[in-house]
T-cell receptor, first 116, second 111 residues
Framework: ETGVTQSPTHLIKTRGQQVTLRCSSQSGHNTVSWYQQALGQGPQFIFQYYREEENGRGNFPPRFSGLQFPNYSSELNVNALELDDSALYLC???????????????FGPGTRLLVL | DAKTTQPPSMDCAEGRAANLPCNHSTISGNEYVYWYRQIHSQGPQYIIHGLKNNETNEMASLIITEDRKSSTLILPHATLRDTAVYYCIVRGSNTGNQFYFGTGTSLTVIP
């Protein structure tokens, strides 16, 4: 158990709808990263939030957006859902500070999204 | 883009050591080597990471070659619960804020 929790565990939406996924970070962590994992592939980085601001983004369109709250929890929002958005969505929390000594990300169990 | 190369699959007998190789020939001086594993449909689990020196923890050992162009993750006594996809990742302060997972090595521990 990493202490990272995600909700909901499963979700079914239809094409064109909007979805919000939630993540609570591990105690003491200040950074949340989101990943998308399609079936049979490795996780792909969507974006990272640090101090409530986006701190890096992968190759995902603007309809993927996020928020980080003062308690470091986070939301991933996806607008205008497409069939290809069906995937396991993972969040990972970490502690980022001054300097770099190896940032270890701890993952939650994921939210499985099915778009019909 | 993934900066590591791993064999797509490996088998290991239960109770034997599992040695998972990873090539990262373009690694730069400030990049760490991380290993994660993912058991089917669960979130990736952190195993170990290192920069230059070999590392050991309660789960595994990480052996990094002197030129840092490759590494090996060693599970000393593999159990059936170690069956998973293992990802080798390199990441540093100038690599952005993401882990590039690639496709990993699917390890099957055989009874």
């Amino acid at each position: 158990e990493t202490g990272v929790t995600q909700s909901p565990t499963h979700l079914i939406k239809t094409r064109g709808q909007q979805v919000t996924l939630r993540c609570s970070s591990q105690s003491g962590h200040n950074t949340v990263s989101w990943y998308q994992q399609a079936l049979g592939q490795g996780p792909q980085f969507i974006f990272q939030y640090y101090r409530e601001e986006e701190n890096g983004r992968g190759n995902f369109p603007p309809r993927f957006s996020g928020l980080q709250f003062p308690n470091y929890s986070s939301e991933l929002n996806v607008n205008a859902l497409e069939l290809d958005d069906s995937a396991l969505y993972l969040c990972a929390s970490s502690l980022v500070g001054q300097g770099y000594s190896g940032e270890t990300q701890y993952f939650g169990p994921g939210t499985r999204l099915l778009v019909l | 883009d993934a900066k590591t190369t791993q064999p797509p699959s490996m088998d290991c007998a239960e109770g034997r050591a599992a040695n998972l190789p990873c090539n990262h020939s373009t690694i730069s001086g400030n990049e760490y080597v991380y290993w994660y594993r993912q058991i089917h449909s669960q979130g990736p689990q952190y195993i170990i990471h290192g920069l230059k020196n070999n590392e050991t923890n309660e789960m595994a050992s990480l052996i990094i070659t002197e030129d840092r162009k490759s590494s090996t993750l060693i599970l000393p006594h593999a159990t059936l619960r170690d069956t998973a996809v293992y990802y080798c990742i390199v990441r540093g302060s100038n690599t952005g804020n993401q882990f590039y997972f690639g496709t990993g090595t699917s390890l099957t521990v055989i009874p």
